[in-house]
């Protein structure tokens, strides 16, 4: 009997979580509003009426961070009604989830309005992704697909971000001050974790903007480096994805 009561109470913390990640909070109002502070899945469903009206939930992370929302029957609701669920965020084109291959949104910014029919039952996990990356990280795949933000910490220093091999580098912006490449970001490639012998792509200030520029890394291994030298704070936008073209990985490229 002791036995059983010790490993009960051992065991006790972990069949708390499995319950409180099973569990689905239940969207009662037509305008509802979630704060997604968590880095864990909440689950949440909304309330189905034979009246089809619009509906809205505003889901909103940290000012730092990103909105990840996964649907669970997407492909039903969309059935119902085309285009019926929807993605509103500020500053960038709707998303109709029923026009997408994926049933995953993650945002730019920390702010999304989820439009939908009340007729149309959905369920839905939302969570807070970073977006915002600090000086010398190393990114694994979870930090791929969606756009990362890295800022210059002080003036003449230099950091890096690391990440694995075999990628496809979208750096999507550059926000430089310093001229002749005092200030510059670096694509680089390498054969281990200590070793990046190669420069794969130089971004300076005459960079400046909206490049898209889109770097290929076949090594295993990959890094950012980001150079700045003025006081004034410096930033690059960048995008992790896994390639998915025909073209060859090297992965014995001589480069490495």
Do not use: W
């Not at 309330?47 to 909103?60: A, I």
């Not at 509103?88 to 920390?110: A, L, R, T």
């Not at 200030?205 to 410096?234: M, W, Y």
């Amino acid at each position: 009997m002791k036995c059983f009561v010790v490993v009960l109470s051992v065991l006790s913390p972990f069949l708390f979580i499995s319950v409180a990640s099973d569990h689905v909070e239940k969207i009662e109002t037509c305008s509802a509003h979630i704060s997604a502070h968590n880095s864990y899945p909440l689950k949440y469903r909304t309330t189905l009426t034979r009246r089809s009206v619009p509906c809205s939930v505003t889901v909103e992370a940290n000012a730092r961070n990103a909105v990840k929302v996964e649907f669970h029957n997407l492909r039903k609701a969309c059935e119902l009604k085309p285009d019926g669920v929807v993605i509103i965020e500020k500053g960038n084109d709707p998303v109709s989830m029923c026009d997408s291959d994926i049933s995953v949104f993650i945002s730019e910014g920390h702010k999304i309005v989820i439009q939908y029919f009340s007729s149309t039952e959905i369920a839905f996990d939302v969570n807070e992704v970073r977006s915002e990356i600090d000086c010398n990280e190393t990114l694994d795949y979870s930090y791929y697909g969606r756009t990362l933000s890295l800022r210059s910490s002080s003036l003449n220093a230099t950091c890096f971000v690391a990440f694995p091999g075999r990628t496809l580098v979208v750096v999507e912006e550059v926000h430089l001050h310093n001229d002749d490449c005092e200030s510059h970001v670096d694509i680089m490639a390498g054969r281990d974790f200590l070793t990046y012998t190669y420069r794969l792509k130089k971004f300076c200030k005459k960079h400046n903007g909206a490049p898209d520029s889109e770097t290929l890394v076949v090594c295993p291994r990959g890094l950012i480096l980001f150079a700045s030298a003025s006081q004034t704070p410096e930033t690059v936008r960048f995008r992790l994805e896994i390639p998915m073209d025909d073209r060859p990985l090297l992965i014995h490229s001589l480069e490495c």
